[in-house]
């Protein structure tokens, strides 16, 4: 499950906002259709099936389209709707889409990683229909892996995602050097996906609001576990004045 799957869960499901249609789109070559009145789900594929489908259904239902940049590598959009929501998914260092949200005058929010009892939701998403041992045990794994990688649900749901990411987390923190560490804890906003910069794989995004049309992003280590071995590390090669400083970096995200 990634966060496309879970936004037309919770679109699907939210019924304060009239629509009939979900449609949610795998990069541009396939789409899926999910029909509320209905309860039916198409499939359609090839870009110029799914363009055909967009404006017909901009012209005659209410609804929301998902575009999961993620699945064709960033490829640019091939369409741009009318009268009904769209929101396009990418990852946080994508850069495919920034002239396309200048261009047709969009928003770009950055979305928080999930809080344990979202990704527990999740859990019992996939394992809905299942007893309720199994259910309970698979919850238990995910949340044991989340004690080493932190909530990142590209990381956490399998074996297969999550063998090996406890390593390459560790090769990050070993190539951290006094100049890598006064360089890039000191990147904000955006410059902290760059790339360039070996230590995004070690941090999360949380949004806190603040009042009513107000919120605040911080970037902060993925969990405890992570932090401490920051911590460690950065005594290595700093002091230990300099590593608590630069741990307290996310705040300064306000």
Excluded at 195 to 217: F, H, Q, T
Aim: with cysteine.
């Amino acid at each position: 499950m990634n966060a496309g799957s879970y936004l037309l869960y919770q679109l699907l499901h939210y019924d304060d906002y009239p629509k009939d249609f979900v449609l949610y789109c795998l990069g541009g070559e396939l789409a899926y259709m999910f029909d509320k009145e209905e309860e039916t789900v198409t499939e359609y594929k090839g870009a110029k099936k799914i363009k055909e489908t967009v404006r017909h259904l901009e012209c005659r239902w209410k609804g929301f389209i998902i575009y999961d940049a993620a699945e064709d590598g960033g490829a640019s959009l091939g369409f741009q709707p009318y009268g009904c929501g769209m929101i396009v998914l990418k990852s946080p260092n994508g850069k495919s889409f920034g002239g396309w949200v200048r261009r047709e005058g969009c928003s770009n929010p950055t979305l928080s990683c999930p809080r344990e009892d979202e990704v527990k939701v999740m859990c019992a998403w996939m394992k809905r229909g299942r007893p309720a041992q199994e259910q309970a045990d698979y919850w238990e794994t995910v949340k044991q892996r989340m004690q080493f990688v932190g909530p990142i649900p590209r990381y956490i749901f399998t074996d297969a995602d999550f063998n090996g990411r406890p390593a390459a987390l560790g090769s990050v923190l070993q190539a951290i050097d006094a100049s890598v560490a006064q360089r890039y804890f000191s990147e904000v906003d955006d410059k902290v996906w760059s790339a360039k910069n070996p230590l995004w794989k070690l941090v999360k995004i949380e949004r806190e609001r603040r009042g009513r049309y107000c919120s605040v992003v911080s970037i902060v280590p993925a969990c405890g576990h992570i932090r401490q071995k920051l911590l460690d590390r950065l005594c290595e090669v700093l002091t230990l004045s300099e590593a608590v400083s630069l741990l307290t970096w996310g705040s300064r995200l306000s």
